[in-house]
């Protein structure tokens, strides 16, 4: 099976693909076994400069085309590989997140007069509690979440991205929320936990909250998630249980974060460097 955004990314890579062959040699197709490492060099360059897709974005769309070519060739269609000697490498993309005291500040706004961003702050705020990603979030159900014998309540999702349960404790902030939207048409007439918004729209309005919040990072609904992770490390919660409520399949993916901590520790400690690294030590 394959999730909607995949699936859009594959439709995308075949347009473009179709555009490199129009530009290059005025056809729409050719056949499978006229592939040559030439001209995947070509449509890479293509694919960076006509297009401007960043390295992460080309390398997608490149693997996608060498799927391809490993399908013919495991099919007997062809019999060289275009591909051979060629790799192609992701960069580590630079997670942001926010820290308590942002969260806080986010928190403090009073929109009570503004309905459309007080929404739009409470979805992200309870993504930041719970780690679900935006497509997640809009389809959570209360169905979705369940209150054990102790009266705690605990969301069990599969991700709509990969499939893996996410199995997230609701913490107070979050039950809040969900309490908050109960009776919300829209949440009552299809049994949502949150009636949320577009992801366009989102991160329209998360800018305006920004602003509002004197917050100078990026906020977009991804952002959320990445601060879960970072904010359940601040606190002390292991790399497998953070796993667990993110719903990755690899800890790998996971170790991520705990790197992007080690950062975060190391420029915390700028001030302490400054004060003391010019210190002799006696011999």
Known sequence: DMVNATYLRWERCVTYLGEFLRLTMNVDDIPVRDVTAGMIDDFEHFLRVSKNCANNTAVKYLRYLKNTIQ??????????????????????????????????????????????????????????????????????????????????????????????????????????????????????????????CSNQKMNAYLKEIADLAKITKPLTTHIARHTFASLSLNNHVPLESIQKMLGHSDIKTTQIYAKIQDQTVYEDMQTMRNRFDRLCINR
């Not at 051979?84 to 997670?95: C, E, M, P, Y």
């Not at 054990?148 to 599969?158: E, H, L, V």
């Open 71 to 196: 399908y013919a060739i495991a099919h007997k269609w062809i019999t060289e590989d275009p591909f051979i000697g060629r790799k192609f490498h992701r960069t580590q993309a630079k997670r942001q997140f926010l820290t308590e005291a942002e969260i806080m500040e986010i928190l403090k706004l009073d929109f009570s007069m503004m309905p459309r961003l007080e929404l739009v702050r409470d979805t992200f705020v309870f993504c930041c509690f719970t780690g679900l990603a935006f497509c997640d979030i809009k389809s959570l159900q209360w169905s979705d979440i369940e209150k054990d014998r102790d009266g705690n309540m605990w969301i069990r999702k599969s991700r709509e991205k990969t499939g893996e349960l996410s199995i997230i404790p609701m913490l107070e902030v979050p039950r809040q929320i969900a309490d908050k939207y109960v009776n919300h048409p829209v949440a009552v007439s299809t049994g949502v936990v949150l009636p949320v």
